[in-house]
Antibody, heavy 121, light 108 residues
Framework: QVQLVQSGAEVKKPGASVKVSCKAS????????INWVRQATGQGLEWMGWMNPNSGNTGYAQKFQGRVTMTRNTSISTAYMELSSLRSEDTAVYYCARELVDIVATGNDYWGQGTLVTVSS | SYELTQPPSVSVSPGQTARITCSGDALPKQYAYWYQQKPGQAPVLVIYKDSERPSGIPERFSGSSSGTTVTLTISGVQAEDEADYYC???????????FGGGTKLTVL
């Protein structure tokens, strides 16, 4: 069965970086884009960007450009999202989700369980 | 930056029809997607490409599009449908994706 399993919760100090992993199983990792979405407590969903695991191509939301990097290791079917220069406003649950893009996108049909990142001094 | 606008809340009684709207200037050009999220859980895709329903999603969930507004309709609402619902689409260039602010559906 399809699964996206994310790394565990992180506590970081302001100014630090965090790297969240998302291990895929049950499907061909390189056949689906990976989107990263975050959600602060009690707030809505916020799209951060996408990565094509086959090509490594990425696209980032303007808000995060310069601070976010999305990468992958195809040998272990794992995607990564690294966010730098953390501030308290980055405290949120971070989700990875897969999406089939065949001419047009078909939506994020499987999601990871979420990773809580807390930024606090 | 591009925005999608949803009503903050919608309330319906069990068995009634709930309609949740999402407005955005690029919606005539870009598909919309709808996600259901219950407390403490990851979102679930309930509608893709405006009106397509993924396998396993009940038939009472449907989507439609008209101009700059897309609508998620839940017919015969059940108590288990109480959740937050988010629309998602992209800007006119298709480069940047965006979520609406979310709508809390309350089943009275």
């Amino acid at each position: 069965q399809v699964q996206l399993v994310q790394s565990g919760a992180e506590v970081k100090k302001p100014g630090a970086s965090v790297k969240v992993s998302c291990k895929a199983s049950g499907y061909t990792f390189t056949s689906y884009d990976i989107n990263w979405v975050r959600q602060a407590t009690g707030q809505g969903l916020e799209w951060m960007g996408w990565m094509n695991p086959n090509s490594g191509n990425t696209g980032y939301a303007q808000k995060f450009q310069g601070r976010v990097t999305m990468t992958r290791n195809t040998s272990i079917s794992t995607a990564y999202m690294e966010l730098s220069s953390l501030r308290s406003e980055d405290t949120a649950v971070y989700y990875c989700a897969r999406e089939l893009v065949d001419i047009v996108a078909t939506g994020n049909d499987y999601w990871g369980q979420g990773t809580l990142v807390t930024v606090s001094s | 930056s591009y925005e999608l606008t949803q009503p903050p809340s919608v309330s319906v009684s069990p068995g009634q029809t709930a309609r949740i709207t999402c407005s955005g200037d690029a919606l005539p050009k870009q598909y919309a997607y709808w996600y259901q999220q219950k407390p403490g859980q990851a979102p679930v895709l309930v509608i893709y490409k405006d009106s397509e329903r993924p396998s396993g999603i009940p038939e009472r969930f449907s989507g439609s599009s008209s101009g700059t507004t897309v609508t998620l309709t839940i017919s015969g609402v059940q108590a288990e449908d109480e959740a937050d619902y988010y629309c998602q689409s992209a800007d006119s260039s298709g480069t940047y994706k965006v979520f609406g602010g979310g709508t809390k559906l309350t089943v009275l």
